[in-house]
Nanobody, 127 residues
Framework: QVQLIESGGDSAQAGGSLRLSCTVSGEGSSKTWMGWFRQAPGKEREAVAVVLTRNGATYPADSVKGRFTISQDSAKGTVYLQMNDLEPEDTAMYYC????????????????????WGQGTQVTVSS
C-alpha cells in the first residue's frame, strides 16, 4: 500500500517562504508523476506543480510560476515544494499526489489523473 505523508505546512506572512515535503513509502511507491495540489475553502482542488520522476522535469501551474518550485530527492523518496513570495491567495490545504501514468485525455495538471493522495498540510498566508 502506497502512503504519502506531507509536512511543512504553517502560517506565514505575505512575502515569506515555506517548504513542504512529501515522503512516499510502501510497496511500489515509485510513481511516474508526483505533484502538489491545493484546495482553498469553497474552491476546486487545483494543481500547483508536478514532476516527472524519471528525469526530474517540472511543470508548475501558471499561478505559481516564478514563485514555487517542485523538486525531488529520489534516494529519500521525497518530493518538495519550495514556496517563495507567498500571497494570501496561496492559503489552502496542500496535497501531495502520485500517479503511475496520466490517462489519455487528461493533462498532467488534472487531479483526476492522480490515484494516490496524502492527507494534506495547511498553509495560511496573512497580509
Amino acid at each position: 500500500q502506497v502512503q504519502l505523508i506531507e509536512s511543512g505546512g504553517d502560517s506565514a506572512q505575505a512575502g515569506g517562504s515555506l517548504r513542504l515535503s512529501c515522503t512516499v513509502s510502501g510497496e511500489g511507491s515509485s510513481k511516474t508523476w508526483m505533484g502538489w495540489f491545493r484546495q482553498a475553502p469553497g474552491k476546486e482542488r487545483e494543481a500547483v506543480a508536478v514532476v516527472l520522476t524519471r528525469n526530474g522535469a517540472t511543470y508548475p501551474a501558471d499561478s505559481v510560476k516564478g514563485r514555487f518550485t517542485i523538486s525531488q530527492d529520489s534516494a529519500k523518496g521525497t518530493v518538495y515544494l519550495q514556496m517563495n513570495d507567498l500571497e494570501p491567495e496561496d492559503t489552502a490545504m496542500y496535497y501531495c499526489a502520485a500517479s503511475e501514468g496520466i490517462p489519455v485525455g487528461l493533462t498532467i495538471h488534472d487531479k483526476n489523473g492522480y490515484k494516490y493522495w496524502g492527507q494534506g498540510t495547511q498553509v495560511t498566508v496573512s497580509s
